[in-house]
T-cell receptor, first 113, second 115 residues
Framework: DAKTTQPNSMESNEEEPVHLPCNHSTISGTDYIHWYRQLPSQGPEYVIHGLTSNVNNRMASLAIAEDRKSSTLILHRATLRDAAVYYCILRDVVGGGADGLTFGKGTHLIIQP | DSGVTQTPKHLITATGQRVTLRCSPRSGDLSVYWYQQSLDQGLQFLIHYYNGEERAKGNILERFSAQQFPDLHSELNLSSLELGDSALYFC??????????????FGEGSRLTVL
């Protein structure tokens, strides 16, 4: 799987939007962009994924750049429960899935009350 | 609750010993993945089983082995344990095959401490 680059940590205030960036300049045409998060003392949790178009679900929005070399996970109104490590992961749909997910170091999101 | 059950939640053992970690996937999921998370290495993929067959191997040591049974639960066996094996071990399941399957559902993990 192609590599991603994320900031080590970010800080935001409660009830404000949060934009978590991810760079993936070597992304291939068959790579899906996945986001997972890991709350303290828990297993990773799926957040959202997309290929080319922006995506929305009940947890977050995913904005994908037109050239697909970067993406942004948007939490529209952060709560204290959103404090977690957020992982941006590329997953190749071709021959893919066998290796599961390749986790990097992710972004440690800190939410201030 | 992801629907993935891992036991035991905590395990303390001594070097040289052998332990077995168990994972019950979500109902209907055929794929099971094992991951190791230590402080210095982050989340590392170990092995993937689909419907009883091994599909992919990651950074799994020879002292470690896994299997998936006909009822789809999986076990990860860790032998000749060393201090460095102390970590959180996560199991994840997904619906599909080795092809693209969408999201993985993770259990809460088994925390292994080797003394």
């Amino acid at each position: 799987d192609a590599k991603t680059t994320q900031p080590n940590s970010m800080e935001s205030n409660e009830e404000e939007p949060v934009h978590l960036p991810c760079n993936h300049s070597t992304i291939s045409g068959t790579d899906y962009i996945h986001w997972y998060r890991q709350l303290p003392s828990q297993g990773p949790e799926y957040v959202i994924h997309g290929l080319t178009s922006n995506v929305n679900n009940r947890m977050a929005s995913l904005a994908i750049a037109e050239d697909r070399k970067s993406s942004t996970l948007i939490l529209h109104r952060a709560t204290l429960r959103d404090a977690a490590v957020y992982y941006c992961i590329l997953r190749d749909v071709v021959g893919g899935g066998a290796d599961g997910l390749t986790f990097g170091k992710g972004t440690h999101l800190i939410i201030q009350p | 609750d992801s629907g993935v059950t891992q036991t035991p939640k905590h395990l303390i053992t001594a070097t040289g010993q052998r332990v077995t970690l168990r994972c019950s996937p979500r109902s209907g999921d055929l794929s099971v993945y094992w991951y190791q998370q230590s402080l210095d290495q982050g989340l590392q993929f170990l092995i993937h089983y689909y419907n009883g067959e091994e599909r992919a191997k990651g950074n799994i040591l020879e002292r470690f082995s896994a299997q998936q049974f006909p009822d789809l639960h999986s076990e990860l066996n860790l032998s000749s344990l060393e201090l460095g094996d102390s970590a959180l071990y996560f199991c994840a399941s997904s619906v599909g095959t080795g092809q693209y399957t969408g999201e993985l559902f993770f259990g809460e993990g088994s925390r292994l401490t080797v003394l």
